[in-house]
């Protein structure tokens, strides 16, 4: 069964300084991994997803993650924050079987907080 | 391009009352449909899912309910609200036989709170 740990449930950086969002996963197959960004009363807006093809997968507003398999990890990245960073992140496992429905294994989220 | 609405954006209804949110979606067609739930820190949880019109599947034991009545509208129902129902509803679709490397997308969510 798969699963997602996000760790640390509260992140805080300085405006400019590196933005760093950990997420580990479990799969029992090869995963699609997802990261979404939600912002307060918003639903959640696609950031970037990884489906086996480039390790490094870049994504919107600057955002990128690495999957690392040895790791089993997904980390989500950004060189320098900015004021309008500020938001809840959550990673996701889908299992990788074709023709399954599409279900979403969701962490349970990282508040970013940017200081000015 | 595929859009999705959810309606209404917040709501307060009292206890024992009844409960109807309505999500439609468009520029597609047979999408995957998902009901989701979403608590102060406990993340999202998956309500219900369905894969067409009819075909509903339920996650977790609870008091809501959800149909399909056409291809492209989910609705989530309660007969009596509970205080536990609070919280932010999210509807989101996938495309239908897309497989599980596709993203879900999400409507704006329904804030729920029970008095």
């Known amino acids: 069964a798969q699963s997602v740990t996000q760790l640390g449930s509260h992140v805080s950086v300085s405006e400019g300084a590196l933005v760093l969002l950990r997420c580990n996963y479990s799969?029992?197959?090869?995963?699609?991994l997802f990261w979404y960004v939600q912002y307060p009363n918003q639903g959640l807006q696609l950031l970037l997803k990884?489906?086996?093809?480039?390790?490094l997968v870049k994504g919107i507003n600057g955002f990128e993650a690495e999957f690392k398999k040895s790791e089993t990890s997904f980390h989500l990245t950004k060189p320098s924050a900015h004021m309008s960073d500020a938001a809840e992140y959550f990673c996701?496992?889908?299992?990788?079987?074709?023709?399954?429905?599409?279900?979403?294994?969701f962490g349970k989220g990282t508040k970013l907080s940017v200081k000015p | 391009s595929q859009t999705i609405h959810q309606w209404p954006a917040t709501l307060v209804q009292p206890v024992g009352s009844p409960l109807s949110l309505e999500c439609t979606v468009e520029?597609?067609?047979?999408?995957?449909l998902y009901w989701y739930r979403q608590a102060a820190g406990r993340g999202l949880q998956l309500l219900f899912y369905?894969?067409?019109?009819?075909?509903i599947s339920s996650e977790v034991p609870q008091n809501l309910s959800a149909s399909r009545p056409q291809d492209r509208q989910f609705i989530l129902s309660s007969k009596k609200l509970l205080l536990s129902d609070s919280g932010f509803y999210l509807c989101?679709?996938?495309?239908?036989?897309?497989?599980?490397?596709?993203?879900?997308?999400f409507g704006d969510g329904t804030r729920l709170s029970i008095l």
């Open positions: 989101a679709w996938t495309p239908g036989r897309g497989g599980s490397n596709q993203p879900q997308h």
């Open positions: 799969s029992s197959v090869p995963p699609y």
């Open positions: 990884y489906t086996s093809a480039a390790t």
């Open positions: 996701a496992v889908s299992e990788g079987l074709v023709g399954s429905q599409g279900n979403l294994i």
């Open positions: 520029g597609t067609s047979n999408p995957n």
């Open positions: 369905s894969v067409g019109i009819g075909q």
